[in-house]
């Protein structure tokens, strides 16, 4: 029997929404996220919000204000510092 998915997996669009916020040092506004959505993937602009919230639970971005509308701007979340390997690390390698 053929097992119907009605909701596609959107990995693929976080990893293209986080790309895209990336390249704007300002952030994205929720229709222009849309607009790219709707333009440049295969996925559908109502599929961005659920999207957001994903990324926003998962720490990559942050939203202003926190509910999300047509007025939310997304930004990367600020990255933690990277630790250097010890230097008992550095010998292993």
């Given at each position: 029997m053929l097992d119907l998915v009605f909701e596609p997996d959107t990995a693929p669009l976080r990893r293209i929404l986080h790309d895209f916020i990336s390249e704007a040092p300002d952030?994205?506004?929720?229709?222009?996220?849309?607009?790219?959505?709707?333009?440049?993937?295969?996925?559908?602009?109502a599929q961005v919000?659920?999207?957001?919230?994903?990324?926003?639970?998962?720490?990559?971005?942050?939203?202003?204000?926190?509910?999300?509308n047509a007025k939310t701007r997304v930004n990367l979340a600020a990255t933690p510092p990277t630790t250097r390997p010890s230097a008992e690390q550095g010998a292993l390698w």
């Open positions: 952030g994205r506004t929720i229709p222009e996220l849309k607009r790219y959505a709707l333009l440049e993937t295969v996925y559908r602009p919000i659920e999207t957001v919230r994903q990324l926003r639970k998962a720490g990559a971005v942050t939203t202003e204000p926190r509910a999300i």
